[in-house]
């Protein structure tokens, strides 16, 4: 059979013929396609093609399935990878493992989950992902995922959850990044559509804080609550510190140095991955001396109800915000520190911004602004102790449900 005739041979088939031919045989139509009818009735279309050397012929499915003009196409489209040095069963067995985007989501969230900075970050994660984009993107391959598709779903959230949405398309891009490392993408859409979505208003939520002058009231109302001895201990050291709830939850006795007045918390607990010292104040001294009490000056600082788990931060939250009515968010302490030193204070804005831990400058300050100011905040944070004492000992009547 001369190589025109393998291409498109004179007795080509027809859609007719296909639909009607009963007789066992092989019936060629072109580029080594044929329909093979066996004796007991089975029909399927079949390729013949030189793949890399070697004679090999491909199933490609039954004519109840697959049409006339669906198994021509698929034929030229295997002789055409085939001419380019490729393997058209290869390419068809990797297509079939390439994993759903919920498959992939589930194995990139495996696969990041020791990275992440807790628990709650790993979770947030996969339950936005299972939330938002799964029901529309979920039993897509990952290789057929396109920009309409995250685009449609971020455009119902976009403007409405805008912080959501910035999230959620992240963790998409995640997602699809991992796509194109494994080979099964070139491009990642969720890097593209940053100019086919709206705007979204730049509005900031500032977390509820209390004036600095109110915080020793609230400090008196939670000590003469009915909270565990831990839980009271743990808010007033966030207090004295100025420190997140989650470094001051997740204290640990080595990481205290009482001798030096100094609690050094590791990059991996602190949100900037940085080292950071705190100096502590004289009362923040006794605060430790009579947590001591509560481990034995091992493991937490400030145990939780249950045996080696810190406290959680939303012990702390229920008890300032509902129990007691105090009108403020456990990070709110830290803002009213922040504005006590800006309005009573001469220590310069370095000094305030090194307490909280927070990074000032550009790449090129930082990289000449080597110190901590460690000794002026030493200075400053016993300043904020004897300021709230002074304050507590003016209080007459404690707000708040007690």
Not at 10 to 16: E, P
Not at 141 to 159: F, G, K, M, N, Y
């Given at each position: 059979?001369?190589?025109?005739?393998?291409?498109?041979?004179?007795?080509?088939?027809?859609?007719?013929?296909?639909?009607?031919?009963?007789?066992p045989g092989k019936y060629f139509d072109g580029n080594g396609l044929y329909l093979r009818i066996d004796k007991d009735g089975g029909r399927y279309w079949v390729q013949r093609i030189t793949i890399r050397g070697q004679r090999r012929e491909i199933g490609l499915g039954t004519p109840e399935l697959v049409s006339l003009a669906k198994a021509r196409v698929t034929a030229r489209e295997n002789r055409r990878?085939?001419?380019e040095g490729l393997d058209p069963l290869q390419i068809r067995r990797e297509a079939r493992a390439v994993l759903t985007f919920a498959e992939a989501a589930r194995k990139v969230h495996e696969i990041h989950l020791p990275t992440w900075r807790n628990e709650k970050h790993g979770a947030q994660f996969i339950s936005t992902l299972e939330?938002?984009?799964?029901?529309?993107?979920?039993?897509?391959?990952?290789?057929?995922?396109?920009?309409?598709?995250?685009?449609?779903?971020?455009?119902?959230?976009?403007?409405?959850?805008?912080?959501?949405?910035?999230?959620?398309?992240?963790?998409?891009?995640?997602v699809l990044k991992w796509a194109v490392a494994k080979g099964w993408r070139k491009d990642n859409p969720a890097e593209n559509i940053g100019k086919a979505l709206p705007k979204p208003e730049k509005t900031k939520e500032h977390r509820q804080a209390l004036p600095y002058g109110d915080v020793a009231a609230a400090l008196a109302t939670i000590q003469a609550s009915g909270?565990?001895?831990?839980?009271?201990?743990?808010?007033?050291f966030l207090m004295l510190t100025a420190a997140r709830s989650g470094e001051a939850r997740g204290a640990e006795w080595n990481e205290i140095d009482l001798a030096a007045k100094v609690w050094t918390i590791p990059p991996s607990r602190m949100k900037s991955k940085r080292p950071h010292r705190v100096p502590l104040s004289k009362r923040a001294i006794e605060l430790l001396t009579e947590a001591a009490a509560l481990s034995g000056g091992k493991g937490l600082v400030f145990p939780g109800t249950k045996a080696g788990k810190p406290l959680?931060?939303?012990?702390?939250?229920?008890?300032?915000?509902?129990?007691?009515?105090?009108?403020?968010?456990?990070?709110?302490?830290?803002?009213?520190?922040?504005t006590w030193a800006q309005e009573r204070t001469t220590f310069p804005r370095e000094v305030a911004e090194a307490a909280l831990a927070h990074v000032v400058g550009d790449t090129t300050e930082q990289a000449y602004a080597r110190s901590d100011v460690f000794e002026k905040r030493r200075k400053m944070m016993e300043n904020w102790a004897q300021f709230l004492s002074a304050e507590s000992g003016k209080i007459v009547q404690i707000a708040g449900r007690v």
């Open positions: 059979m001369s190589s025109e005739s393998i291409r498109r041979p004179k007795a080509a088939l027809t859609a007719v013929k296909v639909k009607t031919e009963t007789a990878l085939a001419y939330t938002y984009a799964f029901p529309k993107l979920g039993n897509i391959r990952i290789s057929e995922v396109t920009t309409a598709d995250v685009l449609d779903v971020l455009t119902p959230i976009w403007t409405k959850k805008p912080e959501t949405a910035r999230r959620v398309r992240q963790r998409i891009g995640t909270a565990g001895v831990s839980t009271k201990l743990c808010l007033e959680s931060d939303m012990t702390l939250s229920k008890l300032v915000k509902r129990d007691l009515a105090i009108a403020t968010d456990i990070h709110g302490f830290r803002t009213s520190f922040r």
